[in-house]
């Protein structure tokens, strides 16, 4: 058997393991940026049954599916090129391969077919998609060797409907923090020069979360105005999150961000049982040790 027949038998054997491999409620954290989501991917992650994406992870899968794209494109290319272009896009393709390590991360992966902060349902799912995101969850499984799965960013809460489509057994755990600590959060957020350089999210979504309800006012001074759009943006999120509730089965968790940090016991005890995960005693109270109450610090803020 040649190299390329040895390669191809693999790639053919892995995508039959990508079938073999049930992906069994994975479990998607939703809420408002700076609602507590990253308290709870914390939690979740250091859960020896639970995985999520990570660029390491990601390095190790993603041959996979270049080599199937490239061999894809290479049929398309022949067919469709002229002889010229057909080496140009050729040579672009195979560079592709050979450049420097990316850092993927779970927003990235998401957003190949779900844009940041657009309402989406089971309607936008098409095969490809539910394939897509099906064999990446999967691997991600397998090539940490656990499980169970979480995604956690801000951008579910518009996917509840199509991950639903995509997943049918996923579980929902929805984070909902004082509505007005977490605009101002945001609000601060949006003006941090750090933020700005990373291509933070938090502030460059704001008039697609709004569309057309967003608020201005000449009377109000511009600070106070974009707080009052903060706002408006939590209460839209929050209520698209909210469509998981519609779920048959125990499917849909609401938590009080506030509960969390008064009773992190309880509350991590809550969210194993309806995640459906062990509970160890020691694992509860290593994670109770790292939660934190962070709303006091925004009551100057609140009252001037």
């Excluded at 199937?68 to 290319?77: D, G, P, T, V």
């Excluded at 929050?238 to 125990?250: D, H, L």
Aim: proline share 4%; aromatic share 10%; with cysteine.
């Amino acid at each position: 058997m040649d190299k390329n027949t040895s390669r191809n038998a693999q790639f053919s054997s892995n995508n039959k393991d990508n079938d073999l491999t049930k992906v069994h409620k994975p479990i998607f954290v939703t809420g408002a940026p700076r609602s507590g989501l990253g308290i709870i991917h914390q939690i979740l992650t250091s859960h020896h049954q639970v995985t999520s994406i990570t660029s390491n992870s990601m390095q190790r899968i993603i041959p996979h599916f270049r080599e199937s794209c490239h061999i894809q494109e290479f049929h398309r290319l022949l067919e469709t090129s002229s002889l010229s272009l057909f080496l140009s896009r050729l040579g672009n393709l195979m560079r592709s391969t050979t450049g420097n390590r990316i850092q993927y991360n779970d927003r990235q992966v998401w957003n190949k077919y779900f844009e940041p902060y657009i309402h989406v349902t089971n309607l936008d799912v098409t095969d490809e998609v539910m394939n897509y995101y099906r064999s990446i969850v999967a691997q991600i499984q397998r090539v940490n060797n656990r499980p169970r799965f979480v995604s956690t960013t801000p951008e579910h809460s518009f996917r509840v409907l199509a991950l639903n489509a995509i997943f049918p057994d996923a579980k929902f755990i929805h984070i909902i923090r004082n509505q007005r600590i977490v605009s101002c959060s945001m609000f601060v957020k949006s003006m941090d020069e750090k933020s700005i350089s990373n291509d933070d999210p938090y502030f460059q979504n704001l008039d697609r979360i709004l569309g057309s309800i967003r608020y201005s006012e000449s009377s109000e001074s511009s600070e106070s105005s974009e707080l009052v759009n903060y706002e408006l943006a939590v209460q839209i999120i929050i209520t698209k999150a909210r469509e998981a509730i519609s779920f048959r089965g125990q499917r849909y968790l609401e938590l009080r961000y506030e509960d969390l940090v008064s009773d992190p016991r309880q509350s991590l005890i809550r969210i194993l049982s309806f995640c459906e995960l062990s509970q160890n005693p020691d694992f509860v109270r290593n994670n109770c040790m790292n939660i934190r109450n962070e709303n006091e610090k925004w009551y100057s803020y609140l009252n001037p």
